[in-house]
Nanobody
Framework: QVQLVESGGDLVQPGGSLRLSCAAS????????VGWYRQAPGKQREFVAT???????NYADSVKGRFTISRDNARHALYLQMNSLKPDDTAVYYC??????????WGQGTQVTVSS
């Protein structure tokens, strides 16, 4: 079973930036899309951004223009560049791999806290 490991979460002041990374322990076949989701305390997990196997990206309205998703297929890595961070961005961020056969892989999450 391929493992997904997120990193890069931290405490940052409002207006600051962070770059999250997600590393896969091996190759994953039949991938439809990879993406980022987040879960704030007391809230449901929500969509942040995805990038399909064809390279199309999609963002939640709340992060458009501030966050950028990218991937490095050779390194089996996914990234999320987060700029102009707001306190509302505080959450545990999860990496996700969605496969054509309906399977979905999740990482363990990385904590992002935006606070002064």
């Amino acid at each position: 079973q391929v493992q997904l490991v997120e990193s890069g979460g931290d405490l940052v002041q409002p207006g600051g930036s962070l770059r999250l990374s997600c590393a896969a322990s091996g190759s994953i076949f039949g991938v439809y899309a990879v993406g980022w989701y987040r879960q704030a305390p007391g809230k449901q997990r929500e969509f942040v951004a995805t990038i399909t196997s064809g390279g199309s990206t999609n963002y939640a309205d709340s992060v458009k223009g501030r966050f950028t998703i990218s991937r490095d297929n050779a390194r089996h890595a996914l990234y999320l560049q987060m700029n102009s961070l707001k306190p509302d961005d505080t959450a545990v961020y999860y990496c996700n791999v969605a496969q054509y056969d309906g399977k979905s892989l999740w990482g363990q999450g990385t904590q992002v806290t935006v606070s002064s």
